[in-house]
T-cell receptor, first 116, second 115 residues
């Protein structure tokens, strides 16, 4: 597709369940980012991938959160034993690799996660 | 780490008037400043960006100015139209070789254009 694709668009689950969120970046983009947007708030950085490696996981809020990327393309963000405070919109962005840095990040429409 | 503050949180302007949104950042090493527009139920859409080696950039009705000394940057929208109504976010990042250009975002400005 032309843009960043995220699925599912909406997810409702019970507290304590595990969830997986998927991001398909723009073709050829080697950098991939996950952000979280709580209701009425700005975006909070979670994790960054360059290719399949994650040099910066500093934004993951707890060890219940993990992410992987395989084949330098699709990424999955997993939240284990979900809590109500995990309810938010999870946004994925991708950008091209560059030697000079600072390439625009293009966002998907996010997954709206609701924990009951 | 980097901290970005954004003002105002809400802004209403008459159609045709100009709108200005201001942001300040804390880390003098930041060198890339994008602005995003977010409509309800959608992801943020990049509308303009500026790098630290320039002071101003313009794209049709949208312009961004950067003052590195004062560590603030602003978004200017002229001749506003109803479709400009949305939430706008500023952001800052410290570029590095091969990235990581993680963005630190402001808390957003809800812009309403009054017909």
């Amino acid at each position: 597709g032309a843009g960043v694709s995220q699925s599912p668009s909406n997810k409702v689950t019970e507290k304590g369940k595990d969830v997986e969120l998927r991001c398909d970046p723009i073709s050829g983009h080697t950098a991939l980012y996950w952000y979280r947007q709580s209701l009425g708030q700005g975006l909070e950085f979670l994790i960054y991938f360059q290719g399949n490696s994650a040099p910066d996981k500093s934004g993951l809020p707890s060890d219940r959160f993990s992410a992987e990327r395989t084949g330098g393309s699709v990424s999955t963000l997993t939240i284990q034993r979900t809590q109500q405070e995990d309810s938010a919109v999870y946004l994925c962005a991708s950008s091209p690799e560059t030697l000079s840095g600072n390439q625009p990040q293009h966002f998907g429409d996010g997954t709206r996660l609701s924990i009951l | 780490g980097e901290n970005v503050e954004q003002h105002p949180s809400t802004l209403s302007v008459q159609e045709g008037d100009s709108a200005v949104i201001k942001c300040t950042y804390s880390d003098s090493a930041s060198n890339y400043f994008p602005w995003y527009k977010q409509e309800l139920g959608k992801g943020p859409q990049l509308i303009i960006d500026i790098r630290s080696n320039v002071g101003e950039k313009k794209d049709q009705r949208i312009a961004v100015t950067l003052n590195k000394t004062a560590k603030h940057f602003s978004l200017h929208i002229t001749e506003t139209q109803p479709e400009d109504s949305a939430v706008y976010f500023c952001a800052a990042s410290i570029g590095a070789n091969f990235g990581n250009e993680k963005l630190t975002f402001g808390t957003g400005t809800r812009l309403t254009i009054i017909p």
